[in-house]
Structures are given as C-alpha cells and as structure tokens.
C-alpha cells in the first residue's frame, strides 16, 4: 500500500488528468501530465475515452498504471463527467491505485440529473447510478481567492486544499491540470 502523502516534502509529484474532444468525433483525448511540487513536468500520458462512453475510469487507471512510477503522491482529474456524461469512478481509480484523488470542477452547478434522463434513453438509471455515487462537492477556497469544487477519495478536505495551493499559481487552475489541458486540446486538434 502506498504510504500517506507528505505534504511538506518538496518532491511531490501529481498526475493531473484533462480531457478535449470535439463532438463530433467518437473519442475524446486525455491527458496526463506529472508534476512535481516545483512546477517541473516530469511526465506526460495520453490515452482517448468514448464519447457517452463507460471507459474513461479504466482508461484513467491504465494511464497511471502504464507510467511505471511509484513517486506519484496524488491524482488530480479535471473534472469528473469528462466526455459527454463518460462519468469518472473516483473512488475506483483511489481503490485500483491506493492514490488520494481530487477531482475538480471550477463552477457551481445544481446537477445533472435532468440532462442526464434527456441524453440517455435505454443506460438512463446506471448513468444516474454512477452520478450519484459521486456525491457532493466540496468548495476549497485557494490561496489565490479563488474557489474550486471538489470530490475527493483518500485524503481530507484540509489536506486536499494544502495540495491544490502547492500547485496552483493563479487563479483556479492547478498547474498540472492546466497544462494538460493545453496539450489535450492540442492533441483534439
């Protein structure tokens, strides 16, 4: 099993993963970038989800697994319903890779039930399922002022708001996630 995140060592390392498609495409790209507490990149992964797909919480799972690294302290996912409602089991990627994760979301927002009953006819109940097991946001206010929405799995809400500061610079993007969407929208393209 891992052992606990140190917060206050400098070398911590976080995987961030960001996701862009076009709607008209099948796939959407995901990126992954590691970076240390330092803001050095120190790695980068890439991997695709279905668009309304089920596969973006293996896909996610794969991408850390195929990066062969026992330094990561934490996972960062820039947002949890990536690909058009491909909804992210946190809690499986924090189970298959005994890693705190944090998942983001920038805005408030009531939900997504109705959107969810709309888009999807015959998988409706198990995308509510997996909706619903998400549970609640959480709002962190950053260092920067700014606030950020989070569910979190294996780390407490003051821990996870210590890491975000480590790595975020201005405003309300983590560094890690930023630049992996940079390159995920560069890879859409």
Known sequence: ???PIHLEKRGIRALAIAESFKAYCRYAVLAGVVMRRD????????SKSTLRGDDATQNIIAMYRNMHRNDISC???GGI?????NIV???EIHKSTKLPIIALTFRPSEGIERTIRRVFSREQE???QQYQNLGQ?????????KSVF???WGISLPNAAVILDHFTLQGSYPEPIRIAKLIARARSQ
């Open 39 to 46: 803001m050095i990149i120190d790695g980068v992964v890439m």
């Open 75 to 77: 996972i960062f996912l």
């Open 81 to 85: 319903i990536i690909s058009m409602y």
């Open 89 to 91: 089991d946190g809690a």
């Open 137 to 145: 946001r959480e709002e962190v206010k950053l260092g920067t002022g």
């Open 150 to 152: 989070v569910r979190r």
């Open 126 to 128: 198990a995308k509510l």
């Open 1 to 3: 099993m891992k052992s």
